[in-house]
């Protein structure tokens, strides 16, 4: 998926999806990042609300997991639930530096 236009196409992919779902964790941060360093903290000498307002919103608030998971009138079905728990579970972890540099090679183009 291309990323120019501040990754236009995965929000639109991301507003479209049924939960459950993963979001794209550098996208997040990108935005929580831009959020932080293109605001001051503070102005005046005071705390600069509005800022702080945009952090909270992007994290908890109008996230689009958060509103998928409380304003979904959707719900989860008992099979789909245990499919997902299963795949959760056993899901592998791998923490070794080398082998993920590994990987990520081989699939470089």
């Known amino acids: 998926m291309r990323t120019c236009c501040n990754h236009e ?3 639109q992919v991301v507003g479209k999806l049924n939960p459950p779902y993963i979001l794209y964790l550098p996208l997040i941060l990108k935005d929580l ?17 509005e ?16 509103q998928k998971l409380t304003f ?11 499919t997902i728990r299963h795949y959760v579970r056993n899901l ?11 990987l990520s090679r081989n699939i470089e183009p």
């Not at 009138?73 to 099979?79: G, I, P, R, T």
């Open 72 to 82: 979904s009138d959707q719900s989860l079905s008992v099979e789909r639930a245990k």
């Open 92 to 102: 592998k972890v791998i923490d070794d530096q080398r082998k993920l540099r590994q």
């Open 9 to 11: 196409a995965m929000r």
């Open 51 to 66: 800022k702080m307002n945009n952090l909270m919103n992007k994290m908890f608030l109008k996230s689009p997991l958060r």
């Open 33 to 49: 990042t831009f959020i932080h360093e293109g605001n001051k903290s503070y102005r005046n000498g005071l705390v600069y609300f």
